[in-house]
C-alpha cells in the first residue's frame, strides 16, 4: 500500500502544472510570469489545435502557450498564446503606428486608460491604451466551435520590438479571467533573466518535454487502480 501511496503522488506531480517565469530567448529576450495553478502547453498539443484551425508553423508562429489547469483540453478553458516580433529600429514612432494599426483593425479609435487592473474599462471592441505600459488592448466576442469565447488582444512595444498577448477565454470566465491575463501582462520584463527586477525571480518553467501527457496519465492511474483492487481481494 505504501508503494501504491508513493506512486499516485509521484504522477500527481508529474501531471500536475507548475507555475513560474517564462523566458524567451534570442532576438525577443523577454520574460513574463505565470500563476501557479497554469501550465506552458506541451507543443504537441499545441500543434493538434492549430491542425483543426488549418494553421501550421509557417502560417502562425508563437513563443509560447499557457493554459489554466484543466482536465479538458486546453482550448476549453482560458489559454494564451503569446507571440513575439523582435526588431532592432524600434523608436517613438512605433508607438503612433501601433495606435494607428490597432484603431483601423477594428474601426473604433482608441481610449486612454490603465491595463494594470480590471476596472470594468474593457467593453467589446474597445481599444483601451495605456502609455505607461506602451500597450494597447481590446476585448473581441468571438464564436468557435465549442462556443462564445472572448479574445483579449494585447500588443505591447518594448525596446526589443513588439510583444503579442492573445488571450482567449470562454465569455462566461471574463471576469475571473481578465485579471490573471494583466498579471501577466504586469509581469513582463524585457532583457530576461539578466535584467529580472531585484534579481531574485528563479527560472521553474517546466517544459513541454518534461511534462508527462495527460492521456498518459489516466492509463497508469487506472493500471494503478487495477492492481490495488487486485491486491486488496487476494488479500481479504
Given at each position: 500500500?505504501?508503494?501504491?501511496?508513493?506512486?499516485?503522488?509521484?504522477?500527481?506531480?508529474?501531471?500536475?502544472?507548475?507555475?513560474?517565469?517564462?523566458v524567451?530567448?534570442?532576438?525577443?529576450?523577454?520574460?513574463?510570469?505565470?500563476?501557479?495553478?497554469?501550465?506552458?502547453?506541451?507543443?504537441?498539443?499545441?500543434?493538434?489545435?492549430?491542425?483543426?484551425?488549418?494553421?501550421?508553423?509557417?502560417?502562425?508562429?508563437?513563443?509560447?502557450?499557457?493554459?489554466?489547469?484543466?482536465?479538458?483540453?486546453?482550448?476549453?478553458?482560458?489559454y494564451?498564446?503569446?507571440?513575439?516580433?523582435?526588431?532592432?529600429?524600434?523608436?517613438e514612432?512605433?508607438?503612433?503606428?501601433?495606435?494607428?494599426?490597432?484603431?483601423?483593425?477594428?474601426?473604433?479609435?482608441?481610449?486612454?486608460?490603465?491595463?494594470?487592473?480590471?476596472?470594468?474599462?474593457?467593453?467589446?471592441?474597445q481599444?483601451?491604451?495605456?502609455?505607461?505600459?506602451?500597450?494597447?488592448?481590446?476585448?473581441?466576442?468571438?464564436?468557435?466551435?465549442?462556443?462564445?469565447?472572448?479574445?483579449?488582444?494585447?500588443?505591447?512595444?518594448?525596446?526589443?520590438?513588439?510583444?503579442?498577448?492573445?488571450?482567449?477565454?470562454?465569455?462566461?470566465?471574463?471576469?475571473?479571467?481578465?485579471?490573471?491575463?494583466?498579471?501577466?501582462?504586469?509581469?513582463?520584463?524585457?532583457?530576461?533573466?539578466?535584467?529580472?527586477a531585484?534579481?531574485?525571480?528563479?527560472i521553474?518553467d517546466?517544459?513541454?518535454?518534461?511534462?508527462?501527457?495527460?492521456?498518459?496519465i489516466?492509463?497508469?492511474?487506472?493500471?494503478?487502480?487495477?492492481?490495488?483492487?487486485?491486491?486488496?481481494?487476494?488479500?481479504?
Amino acid at each position: 500500500m505504501r508503494i501504491l501511496i508513493s506512486l499516485i503522488t509521484i504522477l500527481t506531480l508529474a501531471g500536475g502544472a507548475f507555475g513560474g517565469v517564462y523566458v524567451a530567448g534570442g532576438g525577443a529576450d523577454y520574460q513574463v510570469s505565470y500563476p501557479d495553478d497554469w501550465y506552458r502547453v506541451p507543443h504537441g498539443e499545441v500543434r493538434y489545435f492549430l491542425d483543426m484551425q488549418g494553421l501550421d508553423d509557417s502560417s502562425f508562429s508563437y513563443d509560447a502557450v499557457f493554459a489554466q489547469n484543466s482536465n479538458k483540453s486546453f482550448f476549453e478553458g482560458p489559454y494564451l498564446f503569446l507571440c513575439s516580433s523582435p526588431d532592432d529600429s524600434v523608436d517613438e514612432s512605433w508607438t503612433d503606428t501601433l495606435l494607428k494599426v490597432m484603431t483601423e483593425e477594428y474601426g473604433r479609435d482608441y481610449i486612454e486608460g490603465s491595463l494594470t487592473e480590471d476596472t470594468g474599462q474593457f467593453i467589446n471592441d474597445q481599444p483601451v491604451y495605456d502609455k505607461s505600459l506602451s500597450a494597447i488592448a481590446i476585448l473581441i466576442p468571438i464564436e468557435t466551435a465549442s462556443g462564445k469565447k472572448l479574445l483579449f488582444d494585447v500588443r505591447k512595444i518594448y525596446d526589443r520590438g513588439l510583444a503579442v498577448f492573445l488571450c482567449y477565454m470562454p465569455d462566461n470566465m471574463k471576469d475571473a479571467t481578465i485579471p490573471v491575463f494583466l498579471d501577466i501582462l504586469n509581469s513582463f520584463v524585457s532583457g530576461g533573466t539578466a535584467d529580472a527586477a531585484d534579481g531574485d525571480i528563479k527560472i521553474v518553467d517546466v517544459s513541454a518535454k518534461n511534462r508527462m501527457p495527460s492521456w498518459l496519465i489516466i492509463v497508469i492511474i487506472a493500471v494503478i487502480i487495477m492492481i490495488a483492487a487486485i491486491f486488496l481481494r487476494k488479500k481479504k
